[in-house]
């Protein structure tokens, strides 16, 4: 793998320790510490305002931090900005294109900018951009203008890639394509760093998930593992008659299991979900002669953590 | 477009795209097709490129190509021909045609650099390339080098029309390169002190407002003397008023270098400079 040849190379492609941002009264990090293994896929999460994208531009060099330390691939992303920005690509949330260039126009001209770049060729039809002609840029639909901006982003072959909401309103095929050339970055050693809303994105592309609210790196984990740390607050799910004994459930499945019944004849079992807790919860309607319709695990999402930790108000 | 409906048969190995010349086409499917390898370009091949596509896009834009080249020749051809009783002495075409030259800069270096260089701010295209190799003064550069092709395109069209009308230019050429090039650079000055620091919408408004008073009192038609002798003093030291001084100077009365408008051009050029370094906001 070229990414572990890499990793003997420099263990962090980014170190991020006591990171602090503000703009005027406002501040949008604060003290937030992160380390992304090089070689690794790393999705940051949080809500609108979280202070995602401040860290990302204090990363690319567009933010000087008001304190704490920034090293991208062990450069520092303002003062050593010159050799850095060879080495890295950028996706920027929205923009950054001119209005009326065309998609491949504007995919050479970042091109030339690189000594040995992509094929542009290959990388139009890579993304399936080949459709887009001679369309001005501005009259391009936004899941083209996604696809081009991402292709920018990856035209110099980077050794590190900072995509910010790199699936932002695309439609399912277009998704599903930039989800296959990330995961082929990563598989061909390049390190990658994205933001999303996608619950679902992180937990299919990442490695590492990072969790940001209010300036600050809440969780970082595996995304098996994050979900895996709240396995306590799993249910078994099942429909039968409604009124069963629920004092009587809970004890038979397990000391510290609690049986609900959320709607008449819906019943949930919360708990760590074991096969042994299963086996109880099924055993226990054998024993009544009850059928329990509808069986199902409800394991926790990503996406509950993640309520869990950043709570579920709007923003 | 999916990875399965991509026959096998056509994929490359990894970096063979490089080695055979381009016999076979790269997928870039194939495993190490995205390996990183980055190398920036050599500085220079940077700079061209980002001044053939400010060149390129520029010459697309009708509504640029229409205030840097149709405006000025059809001011050059209008009021040649039209006697406006404002001109007197020389025949007209050797008064006008500096004016219009003088115009055609005012035109490029001012008004169509900055509202383009506001919309690039506006719509983060001078950040997306401050995260390419170029750096930031290549930037500036190649802008520079794409305002002076432009100018050549106008000078050689309006030169060719002033030329068929009759027009006898006098003077170093020289002198007048020098003073083309400091009128350049104290307009390009102050288009991206508007550009940098104002919204796109109101670079445009500005732009567009500055570069219709400066022709109507920078001497490009109605010569200096005609506002009054206040007046002309005044209107003397803004640069176009230098500038098309400069030139007249020079290609209708044949003088040498002449000083004062070099001087005045030159303190435009480093107080808009230094300014717009200062309050240059690139997004």
Redesign the interface.
């Known amino acids: 793998m ?1 990414a572990a040849r ?1 990793s003997s190379e420099r263990p962090y492609a980014v170190e991020i320790s006591g990171l602090v941002k503000r703009y005027g009264h406002k501040t949008a990090v604060q003290g937030l510490d992160l380390r992304v293994e090089t070689g690794s896929l790393t999705a940051v999460l949080g809500p609108n305002g979280a202070g995602k994208t401040s860290t990302i531009e204090c990363c ?3 933010r000087r931090p008001d304190a704490g330390t920034v090293r991208v691939l062990g450069l520092d992303p303002i003062t050593e900005a ?1 050799a850095l ?4 690509g ?1 996706m ?1 949330q ?8 065309r998609a491949t ?1 504007m995919l050479r ?2 091109a ?5 770049p ?2 542009v ?3 139009i ?2 993304l ?1 951009l080949d459709s887009c002609g001679r369309t001005p840029f501005r009259r391009l639909s936004g899941g083209q203008q996604q696809r081009l901006s991402l292709a ?1 982003a ?1 035209v ?4 590190l890639v900072f995509l910010d909401e790199p699936t932002a309103g695309l439609d399912v095929q277009a998704r599903h ?1 930039t989800w ?1 050339l990330i995961e ?2 990563r ?4 390190t990658v760093v994205l933001t999303t809303h996608l619950l679902d994105e992180a937990e299919r592309l990442a490695d590492k998930v990072a969790i940001i609210d209010s300036g600050r790196v809440i969780a970082y984990d595996s995304p098996q593992r994050l979900a895996d740390g709240t396995r306590s607050q799993d249910s078994i799910r099942f429909e039968a008659p409604s009124g069963m004994d629920l004092t009587a459930l809970s004890t038979a499945v397990a000391p510290g299991c609690k049986a609900v019944e959320s709607a008449p004849g819906s019943y949930r079992v919360e708990g760590e979900v074991t096969p042994d807790t299963l086996a109880a919860t099924t055993a226990w309607c054998a024993g009544l002669g009850i059928m329990p319709r509808n069986l199902a695990i409800e394991q926790r999402s990503l996406e509950d953590v993640f309520l869990d930790l950043t709570g579920r108000e709007l923003r | ?3 399965s409906a991509e026959p096998v048969s056509s994929r490359v190995p990894a970096g063979a ?2 080695a055979d010349g381009g016999g076979k ?5 194939e ?12 500085r220079s ?2 700079i061209l ?2 001044a053939s ?1 400010e060149t390129r ?1 520029l010459l ?2 009708a509504e640029q190509v229409l205030l840097a080249i149709v405006i000025p020749a059809l001011m050059l051809i209008a009021f040649s021909a039209e006697p406006l009783g404002t001109v007197t002495g020389s025949s007209r075409i050797d008064y006008f045609a500096p004016g219009v030259l003088g115009a055609a800069i005012l035109s490029t270096a001012f008004a169509s650099q900055a509202i383009a260089t506001g ?2 701010r506006r ?3 001078l ?2 390339l ?6 930031r003064w290549g930037l500036m550069v190649g802008k520079s080098l794409s305002i002076l092709a432009v100018e050549c395109l106008q000078a050689a069209l309006l030169v060719v029309i002033a030329l068929a009308m009759g027009w006898h230019p006098h003077g170093d050429p020289f002198a007048v390169l020098l003073l083309i090039a400091l009128g350049t650079a104290a307009f390009s000055g102050l288009a991206l002190l508007l550009a940098g620091s104002l919204r796109a919408e109101a670079t445009l408004a500005v732009a567009n407002f500055v570069f219709l008073v400066l022709l109507a009192v920078g001497g490009v038609v109605v010569p200096l003397d005609k506002f009054g002798h206040g007046a002309q003093s005044a209107l003397q030291f803004l640069p176009i008023g230098a500038l098309t001084d400069g030139l007249r100077d020079v290609l209708q009365h044949g003088s040498a270098l002449p000083w004062g408008p070099v001087g005045i051009l030159a303190v435009w050029t480093v107080a808009a400079i230094a300014a717009a370094a200062k309050t240059f906001k690139w ?1």
């Open positions: 070229h890499r690319e060099g567009y010159a920005r060879p080495r890295i950028v920027l929205s923009g950054g294109i001119y209005q009326a260039i126009e001209h970042v030339s900018m690189y000594a040995d992509l094929d060729d290959a990388l039809e890579r399936g920018l990856v110099g072959r980077p050794e394509a296959e082929q970055l598989a061909d050693g390049v | 477009m999916t990875a795209e490089a086409r790269a997928t870039l499917r495993p190490g097709a995205f390996r990183p390898d980055p190398r920036p370009a050599a091949r940077m490129a980002q596509l896009m697309r834009n919309f690039e719509y983060g295209v950040k997306r401050g995260a390419t190799p170029l750096p997004e």
